[in-house]
């Protein structure tokens, strides 16, 4: 059965406010204006006022939820309009989206929930426009200390040492385990999905940084991790980096 499991007891709220047929966004306090709430260099000027109403972060987890669904959450949430591209208006209708995110800003949960299906967004007349996957450019991209700032607090979030002891377990609840003592938003790349489900995981560690102990996790499933827009992106290992270089002739 497909479900959402709402995490967060405000987004709860809102969720069963919209299903319901309301419109109501609780009221947000006074934020002060970030580089993210600037439109891009020839972007439409209104994208401004959408880009400061996706900066409010939230907590969710969508499980087989129907991407619409997703987007009609967010959508609700940030109070913004939203269209779609004719050209994937029948495919979006279709895809479905598995995704656990903690405390992220809606902007960023929108990029996560559309890459997970292969799409993408752009802001036009005021609204959110979803369409296919375009090379854009991002007005106001994050500083290199920025960015840096938000790598670092991932890494501080992956030095804590644990120890546990797989046998035989689902590659998908070992991530979990781990999900749940770091806090961090860890996403897995969809075309490992069916991978992450079934890979059995026997691996048994002792007083160990969960950042290497998740590194053993994924090599055992032949996968690897990436920072990737302030989370923990699960993807495939590239077989080409694995091959062995020729060595030099002299």
């Known amino acids: 059965m497909k479900r959402i499991a709402l995490l967060a007891v405000c987004v ?21 204006e970030s580089a993210a709430a600037k439109a891009a ?58 995704l656990r995110v903690t405390d992220m800003t809606m902007e960023l949960a929108l990029q996560w929930i559309l890459k997970l299906a292969d799409l993408d967004y752009k802001i036009s007349d005021g609204a959110i426009v979803i369409c296919m996957p375009y090379e854009r450019a991002v007005a106001a991209a994050p500083a290199a200390a920025e960015e840096d700032a938000w790598k670092q607090e991932i890494k501080k979030k992956l030095v804590r040492k644990v120890s546990f ?12 385990f781990l999900n749940s003592l770091t806090k961090a938003n860890i996403i897995i790349d969809p075309k490992v999905a069916d991978k992450s489900s079934k890979t059995p995981i026997t691996l048994r560690v002792q007083d160990m940084e969960m ?24 993807t495939a290992e590239n077989k080409e980096d694995q091959k062995p ?6």
């Open 12 to 32: 709860a709220w809102a969720w069963t406010s919209t299903m319901a047929g309301e419109s109501t966004v609780p009221a947000e306090g006074k934020k002060a």
């Open 41 to 98: 260099p020839g972007e439409d000027p209104t994208a401004a006022e959408v880009r400061k109403k996706l900066e409010r972060k939230v907590t969710f987890e969508f499980v087989d939820t129907p991407l619409e669904e997703g987007i009609n959450f967010i959508r609700s949430l940030a109070d913004v309009k939203v269209v779609y591209d004719p050209q994937i208006a029948e495919a979006a209708k279709k895809a479905t989206v598995n």
């Open 165 to 176: 002891e797989f046998v035989d377990t689902p590659l998908g609840e070992a991530i979990q």
């Open 211 to 234: 950042e290497l102990a998740l590194k053993w996790i994924l090599r055992l499933a032949e996968l690897k991790y990436e920072l990737r827009n302030q989370a923990v992106f699960i």
């Open 245 to 250: 270089q020729p060595e030099a002739k002299p």
